[in-house]
């Protein structure tokens, strides 16, 4: 499988799950900047974070920890966070 | 108040982490609508502000009087805290604390920063009235029957003036804080407060640093100050403002920073995210200082079981929290403890899990 590609699924999917939860306006998946920094330019706060990693934990089976919250600052960080758990699980 | 309990019949789901899915978690419709209920206030970011370093009684064990903040000097130009306000809304703030040492002796501050901040609480004695268009949360120290408070507090019949002026008040909750020497005198003082229609919670004494006087608690005086709690919470449904969870995280032979993980900036060295990013404490001088940054500053972190320190760092730990419907449930009640204490016009539910349960990784004492 072509990483770039599951790299970009995963930044659709984790994009989708941000804006369904945390009800973020005008905005969509296929719209939303991978890089925009999610605290400084979206104003999301540790409690968003975990919340929005309750629903990956759900969605993938791996865990977000709280001591790497704040590293996870955008949503290409989580979903490289997140393809790195699952492939250390296979 | 009849309480509802989690039913789960369902097989435990895999989320491969041994833990329950979190959708399982809120599938109930009453663990559903709490959860509804407390997240619409996870946009609330605070910070804390010593509003004078005047206080008309002197009280023994006094956070504010401890260390260098006490000297800082006034700032009592209304001006210059609607500035302040403003900046701190600015940076995201969207709930003050205004404490030290007593701030219903500066009511013309108080005034302004409700004008710019519409969330807040402010700490008092509660021995002078603080006016009604102030509409924060009003937390009224209390630390004992009224010979208690006569003896550490130097107020005579404290308890009755506190209840003259904030009898029937919706802002006002009494925090009564347990020291080892005052834990059958709580149950006086409830009785009082819910005869008057008042509202009470539960502080845990904290030893400020350095502070090696009688009223440290011990194990053993934890153990009691527990079922304490639990007696008047279960008596007194209607008066107390609590839960199991808050007893057993406020009463642990571990202080919440060994339990939870203080994510206040005098324990946290990260500014990415959170408290650690956000929280301020600012002195009456209006300057700040981040390795002294906590709710109660120059408190023993050891020893905090402080409710303010709670309230903010069991709060943060939902995600080690959704494990399993009853400790989800104490993580629950805890917030919806929180907010009834902390925020003006939210009504405390009732507790869903009315048992103990130990908090993540560790044992229920």
Known sequence: MDVATELDKMMHRVAEIMINELKLEDVTPETFDPDIDLVDEVGIDSMDLATVALVLRDEYAVRIDEDDYPKLTTVRLISEYLLKKIEAKV | ?365
């Open chain 2, 1 to 365: 108040m009849e309480a509802k309990h989690l039913t789960h019949s369902t097989p435990k789901p895999d989320t491969g982490a041994g833990e329950w899915k979190f959708s399982d978690l809120i599938a109930e419709p009453h663990v559903r609508e709490r959860w509804d209920r407390v997240r619409r206030y996870f946009f609330l970011r605070e910070s804390t502000y010593d509003m004078t370093n005047r206080c008309n009684i002197r009280c023994e064990g006094c956070y504010y009087y401890e260390g260098e903040k006490q000297h800082a000097h006034e700032v009592g130009d209304p001006e210059k805290w609607r500035s302040l306000m403003k900046s701190e809304k600015a940076r995201g703030i969207t709930y003050v604390v205004l404490a030290g040492a007593e701030p219903s002796l500066v009511p013309e501050l108080l005034t302004v920063c409700h004008e710019e901040m519409p969330l807040g609480a402010i700490a008092t004695n509660g021995l002078k009235w603080i006016p009604g268009s102030i509409g924060y949360k009003i937390h009224i120290s209390v630390w004992g029957n009224d010979d208690t408070s006569q003896r550490v507090r130097g107020a005579k019949q404290m308890l009755q003036r506190q209840i003259e002026n904030y009898r029937g008040d919706a802002r006002a909750v009494f925090v009564y804080t347990f020291t080892p020497h005052n834990i059958a005198e709580a149950d006086q003082v409830t009785r009082i407060l819910a005869r008057e229609g008042c509202k009470i919670t539960f502080n845990v004494f904290s030893s400020p640093v350095g502070y090696t006087g009688a009223l440290r608690h011990t194990e053993s005086s934890l153990r009691q100050t527990r079922q304490a709690m639990l007696n008047l919470l279960q008596r007194y449904p209607e008066t107390v403002l609590y839960s199991h969870y808050n007893a057993v995280a406020h009463t642990h032979h571990l202080g919440l920073h060994a339990l939870f993980g203080c994510s206040y900036p005098r324990c946290n060295p990260s500014t990415d995210i959170g408290l650690g990013r956000s929280f301020r404490q600012y002195r009456t001088d209006l300057n700040w200082d981040r390795d002294a940054a906590c709710c109660v500053p120059d408190t023993d972190c050891r020893d905090c079981r402080h409710y303010a320190a709670g309230s903010a760092v069991v709060t943060a730990r939902l995600f080690r929290h959704a494990s399993e419907p009853d400790v989800f449930a104490s993580w629950l009640d805890y917030v919806d403890t929180y907010l009834a204490v902390w925020v003006t016009g939210y009504d405390k539910g009732v507790n869903l899990c009315q048992r103990w349960v130990a908090p993540p990784g560790h044992d229920l004492f």
